[in-house]
T-cell receptor
Framework: GQQLNQSPQSMFIQEGEDVSMNCTSSSIFNTWLWYKQDPGEGPVLLIALYKAGELTSNGRLTAQFGITRKDSFLNISASIPSDVGIYFCAGQLPTGANSKLTFGKGITLSVRP | DVKVTQSSRYLVKRTGEKVFLECVQDMDHENMFWYRQDPGLGLRLIYFSYDVKMKEKGDIPEGYSVSREKKERFSLILESASTNQTSMYLC??????????FGPGTRLTVL
């Protein structure tokens, strides 16, 4: 089936640094979503993108829907310890209403104080 | 705010037991989903439902069934639990199938 590629699996940054994560695919997507999951919890929606080229911010987070519709990125600025967690991207293929989401496997972010 | 709740955060069951995982959403969403999450495998879709009494198989439906008698409630059933069904189970709901909102998860251990 379709896959979304997220790499590397883990990232280690210093508190205060900015970090950028990519999500890529060989297929075109209609919607891109970014989620964060804390240990033992369910994923929480961070940002939703619905149009190619769209750039959306949510506090220190910024995400963009790639122009080709095959990728998206998430930036976290001025990282803090509570940014630790797993960041997933997800996309919806343009196969009609109510189509399922495709998920990346996630990037585990560690923030050193 | 969308709220998706799951009946238990942690469950321990024995092999062969019948297990019910309940999920309730309060936003009148049409679509509900059940996933399992395992290390290295990411989120995998078990079943989903677009309407009351309607269900469709996801990518890994074997060993599971579902029930949606009311719009707000979607139940996942393990007819005879096995150790390879030890996992984190996540329920989600959405209005149009795109932006999904997740519950807190149920960590199921089958002994």
């Amino acid at each position: 089936g379709q896959q979304l590629n997220q790499s590397p699996q883990s990232m280690f940054i210093q508190e205060g640094e900015d970090v950028s994560m990519n999500c890529t695919s060989s297929s075109i997507f209609n919607t891109w979503l970014w989620y964060k999951q804390d240990p033992g919890e369910g994923p929480v929606l961070l940002i939703a993108l619905y149009k190619a080229g769209e750039l959306t911010s949510n506090g220190r987070l910024t995400a963009q829907f790639g122009i080709t519709r095959k990728d998206s990125f998430l930036n976290i600025s001025a990282s803090i310890p509570s940014d630790v967690g797993i960041y997933f991207c997800a996309g919806q293929l343009p196969t009609g209403a109510n189509s399922k989401l495709t998920f990346g496997k996630g990037i585990t972010l560690s923030v050193r104080p | 705010d969308v709220k998706v709740t799951q009946s238990s955060r942690y469950l321990v069951k024995r092999t062969g037991e019948k297990v019910f995982l309940e999920c309730v959403q309060d936003m009148d969403h049409e679509n509900m989903f059940w996933y399992r999450q395992d290390p290295g495998l990411g989120l995998r879709l078990i079943y989903f439902s677009y309407d009351v009494k309607m269900k469709e198989k996801g990518d890994i439906p074997e060993g599971y069934s579902v029930s949606r008698e009311k719009k707000e409630r979607f139940s996942l059933i393990l007819e005879s639990a096995s150790t390879n069904q030890t996992s984190m189970y996540l329920c989600a709901s959405s209005l149009y199938g795109d932006t999904q909102y997740f519950g807190p998860g149920t960590r199921l251990t089958v002994l």
